[in-house]
């Protein structure tokens, strides 16, 4: 079955970096292209990023842009965010999500979610 | 970026009755050259990931009951739960996805009255 699992989480001060990981299963991994998705406390969801399925695009949130990069090792189902300068308005769980479809080279739906990593940025 | 707003804030429904969500978005998320509407739906229930109920406007994802529907094209789209069951209860999220920025709506909370 399919799995996506998110770690790499904790508490980090601000100006700070973080590297998030999301190890996948139970698909075809080098097909499908791979979201991060926040959610601050109590909030609703905001896209971070998205990575194309051969890793040849990458797109991101403004907020984000410049401070955060998306990558993926295709030889070890994972992909990556490096988080640095963080803000305390980063203080969020974020999820890993894969596309809906194969081969897309753009953000789209995504049908599965790991559980999710929070990271909480504080001094 | 495409503005993505959702209404009711938040809604409750009787046991049975008909559940109806709006999202309306700041612009056309319909792609001409396909004839597809980028706009996704997602459930997520209390301390949950978001799970995908719709995709492509109106595409039910596998596995999600039929009493969920969606309909819609362009700017105006509806989720609509035919019968309201107790598991229903979450908070429904609409998406774009016509642009690279992807957007969500800021949430439908959905309550038993």
């Known amino acids: 079955q399919v799995q996506l699992v998110e770690s790499g989480g904790g508490v980090v001060q601000p100006g700070r970096s973080l590297t998030l990981s999301c190890a996948a299963s139970g698909f075809t991994f080098s097909s499908y292209g791979i979201n991060w998705v926040r959610q601050a406390p109590g909030k609703g969801l905001e896209w971070v990023a998205h990575i194309s399925y051969d890793g040849r695009n990458k797109y991101y949130a403004d907020s984000v842009k410049g401070r955060f990069t998306i990558s993926r090792d295709n030889s070890q189902n994972t992909v990556y965010l490096q988080m640095n300068s963080l803000r305390p308005e980063d203080t969020a769980a974020y999820y890993c999500a894969k596309d809906v479809e194969q081969y897309s080279g753009y953000p789209m739906a995504t049908d599965y979610w790991g559980q999710g990593t929070l990271v909480t940025v504080s001094s | 970026d495409i503005v993505m707003t959702q209404s009711p804030d938040s809604l409750a429904v009787s046991l049975g009755e008909r559940a109806t969500i709006n999202c309306k978005s700041s612009q056309s998320v319909l792609y001409s050259s396909n004839s597809k509407d980028y706009l996704a739906w997602y459930q997520q229930k209390p301390g949950q990931p978001p799970k995908v109920l719709i995709y492509?406007?109106?595409t039910r994802a596998s596995g999600v009951p039929d009493r969920f529907s969606a309909s819609g094209s362009g700017t105006n789209f509806t989720l609509t739960i035919s019968s309201l069951q107790a598991e229903d209860v979450a908070v429904y999220y609409c998406?774009?996805?016509?642009?690279?920025?992807?957007?969500f709506g800021q949430g439908t909370r959905l309550e038993i009255k």
């Open positions: 492509w406007a109106s």
């Open positions: 998406q774009q996805y016509y642009s690279s920025l992807i957007t």
